[in-house]
């Protein structure tokens, strides 16, 4: 069973930047498609992006194309949400999960597809 800690949340004003991280544990991380999602106050839980397991494609949600970036670094087992331009609207508890096993380019996109999740981090964006 993988453990997954997210990290890097917090406050920061409308057009910042928070760069979240997310440590993998258990079994072997590169097999995996790795996600971010987010969750706010009364709505349903979202994908904001996810990444193939050799990182070479990456899905995103229309809202967040153009000003956030998913990596990852399979030898440190982590996976990466550079968010840039941050709005108000991007503020929930982001969570980062492990998806299904893939070839180096398949990617998963949908939270359904994901197993195993973190405990979320915080990001609020204040207008």
């Known amino acids: 069973q993988v453990q997954l800690e997210e990290s890097g949340g917090g406050l920061v004003q409308a057009g910042g930047s928070l760069r979240l991280s997310c440590a993998a544990s258990?079994?072997?991380?590169?097999?995996?498609?790795m996600g971010w999602f987010r969750q706010a106050p009364g709505k349903e839980r979202e994908t904001v992006a996810t990444?193939?397991?050799?990182?070479?494609?990456?899905y995103y949600a229309d809202s967040v194309k153009g000003r956030f970036t998913i990596s990852r670094d399979n030898a440190k087992f982590t996976v990466f949400l550079q968010m840039n331009s941050l709005k108000p609207e991007d503020t929930a508890v982001y969570y980062c999960?492990?998806?299904?096993?893939?070839?180096?380019?398949?990617?998963?996109?949908?939270?359904?597809?994901?197993?195993?999740w973190g405990q979320g981090t915080q990001v609020t964006v204040s207008s």
């Open positions: 999960a492990q998806g299904p096993r893939r070839p180096l380019f398949g990617l998963a996109t949908t939270p359904a597809d994901f197993g195993s």
């Open positions: 990444i193939s397991t050799s990182g070479g494609r990456s």
């Open positions: 258990g079994q072997t991380f590169s097999n995996y498609v």
